[in-house]
């Protein structure tokens, strides 16, 4: 999930502002094939395992946590954005890299 989610941002997000969490969400839940049983609602939610294997991502702060970008909450933000590190840019050039060999 770490992969695609800092492809979408570098895709999608602003250099400053980043991505805003609600944007990356459907992004993310767009680029994944999840499998029938990822869309099946968890006992006694709403929600299904593929929203909350994306909201884990932003609540664990995994992206933070190695680096590769940071979590930034302004007044007109409701859940706030990501905005890539250097590391967070070099990660998704490397990755595309090995992708066009």
């Keep these: 999930m770490i992969d695609p989610a800092i492809a979408l941002i ?11 969490i ?4 459907k ?4 680029l994944i094939k999840p499998k029938p ?6 006992k006694g939610r709403t929600d299904d395992r593929l929203s909350q294997v994306i909201r884990n991502l ?3 702060r995994t992206l933070e946590k190695r680096g ?4 930034r909450k302004g007044p007109a933000m409701m859940r706030g954005s990501y905005v890539l590190t250097d590391l967070g840019r070099a ?3 490397a990755s595309w890299a090995k992708k066009l060999r």
């Design 10 to 20: 570098a895709r999608y997000g602003d250099e400053d502002i980043g991505l805003e």
């Design 22 to 25: 609600s944007v990356l969400a």
């Design 27 to 30: 992004k993310l839940r767009e």
């Design 37 to 42: 049983e990822d869309l099946l609602p968890l």
């Design 58 to 60: 932003v609540s664990h």
């Design 68 to 71: 590769m970008a940071t979590y």
């Design 91 to 93: 990660s998704v050039k």
